[in-house]
Nanobody, 120 residues
Framework: QVQLVESGGGAVQPGGSLRLSCAASGSIFRINSMGWYRQVPGKERELVAV???????NYASSVKGRFTVSRDNVKNTVALQMNSLKPEDTAIYYC??????????????WGRGTQVTVSS
């Protein structure tokens, strides 16, 4: 079955950097959109940075200039380089992909999330 697995989360001081990675596995025909969302307790999940196509990206205003999303269509992976991290970046980060599987219906897939904590 298709699944997404995140890695790279952790704790860092303000101004520091982290790199998140996500790998999609399973019987995949095509991945359309792929990227990252985040969620804080009590808040709704928000878009961070995604590829809406092979080359088009969409970033949250709060992370522009600090985060960079990259995609490898051969390996079916997406990464998020996070620089100049701020306490308000603290959240659970979720990998997202809209996938057309080899079998079954295409749709949205989510990873289980990885914690990012930015504090002194």
């Amino acid at each position: 079955q298709v699944q997404l697995v995140e890695s790279g989360g952790g704790a860092v001081q303000p101004g520091g950097s982290l790199r998140l990675s996500c790998a999609a596995s399973g019987s995949i025909f095509r991945i359309n959109s792929m990227g990252w969302y985040r969620q804080v307790p009590g808040k709704e999940r928000e878009l961070v940075a995604v590829f809406t196509s092979d080359s088009m990206t969409n970033y949250a205003s709060s992370v522009k200039g600090r985060f960079t999303v990259s995609r490898d269509n051969v390996k079916n992976t997406v990464a998020l380089q996070m620089n100049s991290l701020k306490p308000e970046d603290t959240a659970i980060y979720y990998c997202y992909a809209h996938i057309r599987p080899l079998y079954g219906r295409q749709g949205d897939f989510w990873g289980r999330g990885t914690q990012v904590t930015v504090s002194s």
